[in-house]
């Protein structure tokens, strides 16, 4: 089952700047798991920003540490922020490295998940896990580690490549939708 939450930013506020974090949706987040993960024939609980084969996530402009870039010639890719619980609520494996853990929160290292697809994109031949890309569209951004490398999923049409995907962690930058 899945469904949509749309946490009202005058009660749930954001940091107003990158990567604009809020307190409030991330409590807001665990105790809503914790609620639905307690009720009868719940087997798994995970939050995301995009579900699989939906079409619903953004794109994000980024670049790849050491390898310059001119600006506007950014590379872009579909970006979705889940919870901890997303890869294994949809049983989606992972290919290397690690998925999201309790440790990655506001103040630890910033930290993302790829696909497979990204990883053969962007780093061809390479084992991604270990290296770090920033977001583009503020000069303030940090630079955040690649952990793991998640199977591919479909985003729009089951029947077309997989794309490449980064995952963030919503406990670092949560999304209030």
């Known amino acids: 089952m899945t469904f949509s939450v749309n946490l ?3 009660s749930y506020p954001s940091d107003k700047t990158p990567p604009y974090y809020s307190a409030a949706a991330v409590r807001f987040d665990h105790e809503f798991t914790q609620r ?11 939050q995301t920003s995009g579900i699989p084969a939906s079409g619903g996530s953004g794109t994000i402009r980024f670049v790849v540490e050491g390898r310059p870039t001119a600006t ?3 590379d872009e890719c579909q970006i979705i922020t889940v919870s901890t619980g ?4 949809l049983k989606i494996p992972l290919a290397d490295g690690r998925f999201f853990n309790a440790r990655d929160v506001q103040g630890a290292p910033d930290v993302v998940v790829v696909s497979r697809a990204f990883a053969k994109a962007y780093f061809p ?3 991604p896990v270990g290296k770090r890309i920033r977001f583009t569209y503020s000069a ?8 793991g490398v998640a199977a591919d999923t479909a985003s729009i049409d089951l029947a077309a ?3 490449p995907i980064i995952y963030t962690p ?3 930058g949560p999304s209030t939708y």
């Open 140 to 147: 303030q951004n940090p630079f955040l580690q690649i952990v």
């Open 86 to 89: 997303y890869f294994s609520s």
């Open 125 to 127: 031949g390479e084992n």
């Open 8 to 10: 009202p930013d005058s």
């Open 36 to 46: 639905l993960r307690s009720l009868p024939g719940v087997l798994d609980v995970g």
């Open 72 to 74: 506007g010639q950014e």
């Open 170 to 172: 919503n406990d670092q």
């Open 161 to 163: 490549p997989p794309p």
